[in-house]
């Protein structure tokens, strides 16, 4: 088992920026942010893989969001920037320590933190 626990949402303004923390309980392959807003499915934003650190975005915070990760402090991180009132959400770290082969960016999460919440007013 892997426990996550974020930090760091909050509100702020349009265009302002906020970073979002997560620590891990303990070794993971695979890491990534997700957001839901009501009524909306899920949305996987950003993963990482932990140990080629490659990167995945979704099309909506590309060039505005960076996932990033601190392994020697289990933590992983998403610098937001330039933020919009539609990157309002609950965001919840997830990770996995097993990997198909064949999984898409935003699959295969197994462990999940309880979410934080980002509000973005206009």
Known sequence: QVQLVESGGGSVQAGGSLRLSCVASGWTVFMGWFRTVP????EGVATIATGSRQTYYADSVKGRFTISQDN???????????LKPE?????????AR???SRAGPFDGMEYWGKGI?????S
């Open 39 to 42: 009524g909306k499915e899920r």
């Open 72 to 82: 020697s402090r289990n933590t992983l991180y998403l610098q937001m920037n330039s």
């Open 87 to 95: 990157d309002t959400a609950m965001y919840y770290c997830a990770a």
């Open 98 to 100: 097993f990997r198909a």
């Open 117 to 121: 919440l980002v509000t973005i007013s």
